[in-house]
């Protein structure tokens, strides 16, 4: 891999909260940039608790993160980048990617991307009104990809940080293939630095897109980190023996434990947590299934701690 190469990891919302990602830094570090999943106006106008917790600077010190906002218009734009300027935050993330009909019918993430009026309104106001520095993530349009060329021009006209694509229609969610010629056929157009992001699960990913964009240097990587974080040390060519590995693995899920003992004080939220994170983390194990039926299994944390004591004795790393 290039000496240049960067590595962004993605927001994932339900999975790489403050917890996972300072537990993450910690351990692994690696990362050159942590995006927070998205925070976004709740009932009574108000950001939800759980949002709102994860973006306090408080939670998330000494990890470089970037906070994330899902937005439909002006003014729920202000009410959340108001919010990040009151906690000192300089960096700002626009969602224009969110698949989900939750986000879309109410005119976000990638509904927005797809109303230029209203996008055209959000960015004015972002770029007039704050001194932010001002990344997008974004996906190729709705359900039809062609229409991304047109707003990829609208974006053209903004001083971005950065542009982050994931070339995948909304429509799509995650399945098939993303679409990695649209992202060189983007890639080439663009003024600012695009970031791809998208299904990178391994050296040999990451070397096939670089043979479509060779100058490609900034990846964004999410559910290949969840599901084997040693995944960016792999792509910058560090290599661990085994023995190391499964013990910073083991150090990672006590960390994690650890901590969302300390804020949970419900033991079945805490395993409820847990059997999120080994949802992915399982794939990091030869026979990793066993400690998620643990995990789902579990009345509570002494069975879901005796379980995973076991499941340690015999592990051996995929
Ligand atoms: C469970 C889940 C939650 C996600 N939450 C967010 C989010 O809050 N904001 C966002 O921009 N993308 C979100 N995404 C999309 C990811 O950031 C990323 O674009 C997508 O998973 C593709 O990258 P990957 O193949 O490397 O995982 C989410 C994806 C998943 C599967």
């Not at 729920?76 to 939750?102: F, Q, R, V, W």
């Not at 070397?207 to 599901?227: A, D, F, H, T, Y």
Request: charged residues 25%; neutral net charge.
């Amino acid at each position: 891999m290039s000496e240049q190469d960067s590595f962004y990891f993605a927001p994932l919302q339900g999975f790489t909260d403050f917890v996972y990602r300072r537990c993450y830094h910690e351990v692994f570090g690696s990362i050159d940039e942590y995006y927070i999943p998205y925070i976004a106006i709740g009932p009574g106008q108000k950001i939800r608790n759980s949002q709102y917790r994860d973006v306090l600077p408080e939670n998330n010190e000494n990890v470089p993160v970037v906070p994330q906002i899902l937005c439909a218009n002006v003014g729920e734009l202000k009410l959340l980048a108001d919010e990040l300027k009151l906690m000192s935050y300089t960096t700002i993330n626009l969602n224009l990617g969110c698949p989900y009909p939750m986000a879309t019918k109410r005119g976000r993430g990638t509904a927005l991307l797809e109303n230029p009026d209203q996008l055209k309104q959000v960015l004015d106001y972002l770029f007039a009104e704050y001194d932010f520095k001002v990344s997008v993530k974004f996906r190729a349009g709705l359900t039809d990809e062609s229409t991304i060329v047109k707003q990829f021009e609208l974006l053209q006209a903004y001083p971005f940080e950065k542009l982050i694509f994931h070339p995948r229609t909304a429509k799509q969610l995650y399945k098939g293939a993303a679409n990695r010629q649209l992202f060189a056929e983007l890639a080439a157009k663009s003024k600012s630095p695009l970031v791809y992001n998208g299904d990178i699960q391994s050296i040999d990913d990451l070397n096939e897109i670089r043979q479509q964009v060779p100058n490609q240097s900034e990846w964004m990587i999410g559910r290949g980190i969840l599901n084997d974080p040693f995944l960016p040390t792999k792509l910058k060519g560090e290599l661990h023996s085994d023995e190391v590995k499964l013990e910073k693995l083991i150090a990672f899920h006590n960390e994690i434990l650890k901590n969302y003992q300390v804020i949970w004080t419900d033991e079945g939220i805490v395993i409820h947590r847990m059997i999120q994170f080994w949802s992915y983390f399982q794939q990091s194990f030869m026979q990793g299934r066993k400690a998620y039926k643990v995990a789902k299994k579990a009345r509570n944390l002494d069975s879901y701690q005796s379980g995973i004591d076991s499941f340690w004795v015999n592990a051996k790393l995929e």
